[in-house]
């Protein structure tokens, strides 16, 4: 797969000067880059981006459900995604982005495909970040917790 690229990676300065709003903000890019590894399947690019301390969370209610502490855990965990859905998980679109001043909320198309059923859907995730700018809190919220539960199962 080729690496996803938002529609609203440029936009507008004040002066009306199209600017890459990747480059503008680091966490922005962080975000996006880590997007970026997760879809292309690069686990240990996209750990690389994470604090010692990192919380991801995955809400709801079906197998690959809860909250893991640590990059070793988050490896882990993405692993068992990657494994699940045998390499089929597919970032399609990073749609959208709210960048706040220590957060980053990304809307993202996602296809996969496990077990002959099929997954097309939004997800949200919510990326915090410290001062070093190191990912410190992943939040994953699904456009429809029904769907993912009769997906991977409860």
């Known amino acids: 797969m080729s690496s996803p ?3 609203g990676d440029f936009g ?7 600017v890459d709003q990747a480059v503008k903000d680091p966490h922005l890019k962080c975000a996006e880059d ?4 997760l879809g292309d ?13 990192v919380t991801y969370r995955v809400v709801g209610s079906h197998a690959l459900a809860g909250t893991f502490f640590g990059p070793d855990e988050v490896s882990a965990h993405l692993g068992r995604l990657l494994e699940f859905t045998r390499g089929t998980f597919d970032v399609l679109k990073l749609e959208d982005w709210l960048v706040g001043e220590s957060h980053v909320a990304t809307v993202v198309d996602i296809n996969m495909r496990a077990q002959g059923r099929v997954f097309i859907g939004k997800h949200i995730f919510l990326l915090q970040f410290d001062t070093k700018g190191l990912v410190t809190g ?8 029904a769907s993912a539960r009769r997906f991977f199962g409860p």
């Open 5 to 7: 690229r938002s529609s």
């Open 12 to 18: 507008t300065n004040m002066e009306g000067v199209v």
């Open 34 to 37: 880590f997007m970026t590894h």
């Open 41 to 53: 399947h690069e686990i240990d690019e996209a750990t690389k981006l994470l604090s010692p301390t």
């Open 138 to 145: 992943i939040t994953v919220f699904f456009e429809n917790e």
